[in-house]
């Protein structure tokens, strides 16, 4: 059990318990949700990171009020690629929505508990869900938050393109996951800075994009990156799929993305060490990226795409597609309504975490059942999954938890444990 975590749960509950109540529009859906009194969320990743007031994926350091303070640095967790951050609160965006967000609460409770900023976008539905009048039980980890499935795009290796075209990217209003080559020039252009503003992630991509790396390699990328942005990453992707990466992902990183492709499922048991992904082919159209997405969504999965440049530039992306059949294959996916568009850190946790939660163990204590988890290595602080059950109340340390009326708790992830009560 790690003692930190547990500490940092229950500052986030206290926190949560002091939250206001104004209302606000959730970048991820353009949905107006109430939440905590408005802690400013500006992400570094396509709108904000996970949790309160609180800078996207490896944002800089952030701190929000109202709703549960956040501090954050880093990987889309809580706030942004590879930081920390404490507490509940904060919108998030994920699926359409403007880039940046004011203020609170992505949840609205009904019975028992006061309602925590999550950070996770609103999934579809009605919001009208009553709370389980059952027997106490049926715990159970909801699928993508709640939304069909996921996907996130991710671009490799600080290419000029991604550079010039950048604002027009933001412009969707999603969080992407930028994998940064520190060894090149473009690594140090104000770009990038501005993305973790935004809201996006910033994961390693190594220094020299060898394939062939001891450690040093990926180390000194991630040493560049703590430098000059101020945030630890917690995703990598390995140059070229390379299998070396492999291992010195796990020592270091909560994931690595390799090469192959394949639709991730919930609990299943693809290697988070060489997660799959999608490479369009130069000059892919939007309809053939459309397609990637109706096959995941179709499976109730987690698709993810390596892009490394549009055409033009100065570098020469490897295999690069139209800007704007990129811009108009994301907009395509924003309508569908049901796919949750977020980082790799922010999609990767969840996925994570249901793993954890789900395999873990359950004790009961008179009428009172415990479930406990262990959260991997490197795992990102400040994340929750959404939890069904078919009656009774949640809790954590001992604080009640909030049925939200869209039909699922939102458990804290960091204490390790929750319990139901009749």
């Given amino acids: 059990m790690r003692i930190p975590r547990i500490l940092a749960g229950i500052c986030a509950i206290f926190l949560a318990s002091c939250g206001g109540g104004d209302g606000e529009e959730d970048p991820s859906t353009g949905a107006t949700t109430g939440g905590g009194s408005g802690s400013e969320t500006t992400g570094t990743g396509a709108t904000t990171g996970t949790g309160g007031g609180a800078t996207g994926t490896g944002g800089g350091a952030t701190t929000g009020t109202g709703g549960g303070a956040t501090t954050g640095t880093g990987g889309g967790a809580t706030t942004g690629t590879g930081g920390d951050a404490t507490g509940t609160g904060g919108d998030a965006t994920g699926t359409g929505g403007d880039a940046t967000g004011t203020g609170g609460g992505a949840t609205t409770g009904a019975g028992g508990g006061t309602p925590v900023e999550s950070g996770?976008?609103?999934p579809p539905g009605a919001g009208d869900v009553p709370k389980p009048s059952g027997a106490a039980g049926g715990?159970?980890?909801?699928?993508?938050?709640?939304?069909?499935?996921a996907v996130s795009y991710s671009f490799d290796d600080s290419n000029s393109t991604q550079i010039q075209n950048y604002d027009k990217m933001n412009a969707l209003g999603v969080r992407f996951t930028f994998y940064v080559q520190t060894g090149k020039r473009e690594a140090n252009?104000?770009?990038w800075k501005k993305a973790l503003e935004d809201g996006h992630e910033l994961g390693n991509h190594t220094k020299s994009h060898s394939s062939n790396d001891n450690g040093s390699d990926t180390d000194a990328a991630t040493q560049f990156i703590q430098q000059t942005f101020g945030i630890d990453p917690y995703t990598m992707a390995a140059p070229n799929g390379a299998g070396v990466y492999t291992g010195i992902a796990k020592t270091r990183f909560l994931i690595n993305r390799g090469v192959s492709n394949k639709v991730i499922a919930p609990n299943d048991n693809t290697d988070p060490f060489t997660l799959p992904t999608y490479i369009p082919p130069t000059g892919a159209s939007a309809s053939a990226m459309d397609q990637q997405i109706n096959e995941a969504r179709q499976q109730k999965g987690w698709r993810t795409f390596c892009i490394h440049g549009f055409t033009g530039g100065s570098d020469g992306a490897y295999q690069p597609i139209p800007l704007q059949a990129f811009l108009d294959h994301v907009e395509n996916t924003k309508k569908l309504g049901d796919m949750w568009i977020d980082s790799m850190v922010n999609v990767g946790a969840y996925w994570l975490g249901q793993k954890a939660v789900s395999s873990g163990t359950s004790m009961k204590s008179g009428s009172d059942t415990t479930f406990t988890w262990q959260l991997p290595d490197h795992f990102p602080p400040g994340k929750y999954v959404r939890v069904t059950v078919t009656g009774g109340t949640l809790k954590q340390n001992g604080v009640p938890l909030a049925w939200d009326s869209r039909g699922y708790y939102e458990v804290?992830?960091?204490?390790?444990?929750?319990?139901?009560s009749p």
């Avoid at 715990?139 to 499935?149: L, N, P, Q, R």
């Avoid at 804290?412 to 139901?420: F, K, Q, W, Y």
């Fill in 120 to 122: 996770l976008p609103v």
């Fill in 139 to 149: 715990f159970k980890v909801i699928d993508w938050a709640g939304f069909t499935g």
């Fill in 189 to 191: 252009d104000p770009v």
């Fill in 412 to 420: 804290a992830l960091d204490p390790e444990s929750v319990t139901l």
